[in-house]
């Protein structure tokens, strides 16, 4: 679980995921931004000079003009655009929510995977380290005995293919328990140390039949959630572009003050507010093509929903199979090592007596090193099920696994931001 808990804090892929929740609860502020007064200051300063001459009159002048002022605009009404635009960004949170929780359960069950996977494959190196050395025995023995009469050239040939053959296979177990020791420091972000054995998922906390993890991830599955919300924002998005048909009402208030404007040392104050009503006749056709393709889009978003949920049923009902496979392969090979075992030590004694021959030992050998291979990745596979299971439920999260690691939890920088009305620093301080 510590290894969880560093990948849950650390992983890269999720912490972007993090950042993007953060930066899509700014889309609040921003939609509400447009409620809200915009307010503008101006101010100017110059100097003109006149100069006019006419049949029996000559005037001069020269001026400084200056002058400062504010406008504020509010838009009252705009054919529903502003609180549609709300509540759109509002849903584009709460999906964005749900692809981080289900990035999250996505970026554990690769920490899992590549957790078991280096348990896996440094086990299997073990084995094929052993089987290195127990054929070189064997090697030494046959021709020890060659050179006695006992056996023939045949029998040492044997013995140094079969050696030669498992240094090719410990050559490539190397190979693969280093390319997933790669693979674990990028999803974990260390290096694997003194990895404790795993057990698979507690089966309390597991449906207990496939029907109720169908439904239970039909419920609870953040991708179906994160679909929904998507189709609630597109809808939205069909009506803010329908706004665009209104009329749209405002008001703008300004005051200025002017000085030098026309003469010298005057002072002028002006103060003015207009309301105004804007009614769209005809754009072209723009707003009603843009509506028709909003259209179309949640027509998509909405067939999109029931795509997810097809692949989620389909995740579950895989994950629920493999763990009934998982626990009959762990059977199986549990009795095949036993039965290897007891057939390797028999070969071995009979071959003493001269009843088996070399290749029956180095047949009996091999196949209780593949028995032990089998035992080994179906430990493996069975963990790897168990959580793949939890996650295709939408219940895979450090909060459901209990990871000693601070839970991030989207709603704070949302409740930071989401009335914000300025400043330029985030709430983490950058």
Do not use: C
Not at 72 to 101: F, H, I, K, P
């Amino acid at each position: 679980m510590g290894a969880l808990a560093r990948a849950y804090a650390n992983n890269p892929d999720l912490n972007a995921a993090r950042a993007n929740t953060r930066a899509t609860d700014e889309a609040v502020p921003t939609a509400k931004s447009a409620m809200r007064p915009r307010v503008s200051a101006s101010a100017d300063a110059g100097r003109t000079w006149l100069d006019s001459r006419i049949p029996g009159r000559h005037t001069h002048s020269e001026l400084n003009p200056s002058g400062f002022g504010i406008t504020v605009n509010q838009t009252l009404y705009n054919g529903g655009r502003m609180g549609n635009s709300v509540r759109q960004a509002e849903s584009s949170v709460l999906a964005a929510r749900e692809t981080l929780r289900n990035t999250e359960q996505n970026t554990l069950l690769d920490g899992v995977v590549a957790y078991m996977n280096v348990v896996r494959d440094t086990a299997i190196l073990d084995l094929r380290r052993n089987n290195v050395t127990v054929l070189n025995e064997q090697v030494r023995q046959t021709r020890d005995r060659f050179n006695v009469g006992e056996v023939t050239r045949t029998d040492v040939a044997q013995a140094e293919a079969r050696l030669a053959g498992a240094k090719s296979d410990l050559a490539l177990a190397q190979s693969n328990l280093r390319g997933n020791i790669a693979r674990f420091k990028q999803v974990i972000g260390t290096d694997p140390k003194k990895l404790s054995s795993v057990r698979p998922v507690a089966a309390s906390r597991l449906p207990k039949t496939q029907s109720v993890a169908v439904s239970r991830a039909l419920q609870d599955h953040p991708a179906i959630a994160a679909a929904l919300h998507g189709v609630d924002a597109q809808f939205l998005q069909v009506k803010v572009v329908e706004g665009e048909l209104l009329p749209t009402v405002s008001v703008s208030g300004s005051l200025s003050r002017r000085y030098d404007s026309s003469t010298e040392n005057d002072r002028r104050n002006t103060a003015s507010v207009i309301a105004s009503v804007t009614i769209p006749i005809y754009d072209g056709g723009s707003a009603y093509s843009r509506t028709r393709a909003a259209k179309e889009t949640l027509g998509e978003r909405r067939l999109q929903v029931d795509s997810t949920r097809d692949r989620v049923i389909q995740a579950v009902i895989a994950s629920w199979a493999l763990m009934e496979a998982t626990g009959f392969q762990i059977e199986g090979a549990s009795a095949q090592v036993q039965a290897a075992e007891i057939a390797l030590n028999g070969v071995r004694e009979e071959a003493r007596v001269g009843q088996r021959t070399t290749l029956d030992v180095l047949n009996a050998q091999q196949e209780l090193l593949n028995a032990r291979v089998a035992q080994v990745t179906a430990q493996r596979d069975r963990v790897v099920a168990s959580y793949s299971l939890l996650s295709a439920t939408g219940q895979l999260s450090a909060r459901t696994l209990g990871l000693k690691v601070a839970t991030y939890d989207p709603k704070v920088h949302y409740l930071q931001t989401k009335d914000s009305w300025l400043g330029l620093r985030t709430p983490s301080g950058e």
